[in-house]
């Protein structure tokens, strides 16, 4: 069984930092991308930022310049830090990550159970 754990939501204020952590653990054989959504009230779940297990990096026009996104792949972890945080960043976070659990098993989609982020105002 495969899950993936989340970490590091809360409240902060405009401008403000957060960052970000998700572990995947179970039996699996790959980790392949590793990305975070969002989604706020009302609204579809977008992609915030997503790494390729090679590094290659993948951004939402509007967080560029203010988020990175990294990962470990010895330990099956993707960050994504958070600057210069603006109220309408208000979300439940989920990280997701594309995994294959054996060689004759196809790439399937994981999500976390999503961590809050608040940005006042």
């Known amino acids: 069984q495969v899950q993936l754990v989340e970490s590091g939501g809360g409240l902060v204020q405009a401008g403000g930092s957060l960052r970000l952590s998700c572990t995947a653990s179970?039996?699996?054989?790959?980790?392949?991308?590793m990305g975070w959504y969002r989604q706020a009230p009302g609204k579809q779940r977008e992609l915030v930022a997503s790494?390729?297990?090679?590094?290659?990096?993948d951004y939402a026009d509007s967080v560029k310049g203010r988020f990175t996104i990294t990962r470990d792949n010895a330990k099956n972890m993707v960050n994504l830090q958070m600057n210069s945080l603006k109220p309408e960043e208000t979300a439940v976070y989920y990280c997701?990550?594309?995994?294959?659990?054996?060689?004759?098993?196809?790439?399937?989609?994981?999500w976390g159970q999503g961590t809050q982020v608040t940005v006042s105002s």
């Open positions: 790494i390729a297990s090679d590094g290659r990096t």
């Open positions: 179970g039996i699996f054989l790959t980790v392949n991308t």
């Open positions: 997701n990550a594309k995994i294959k659990l054996g060689s004759r098993w196809v790439e399937t989609n994981y």
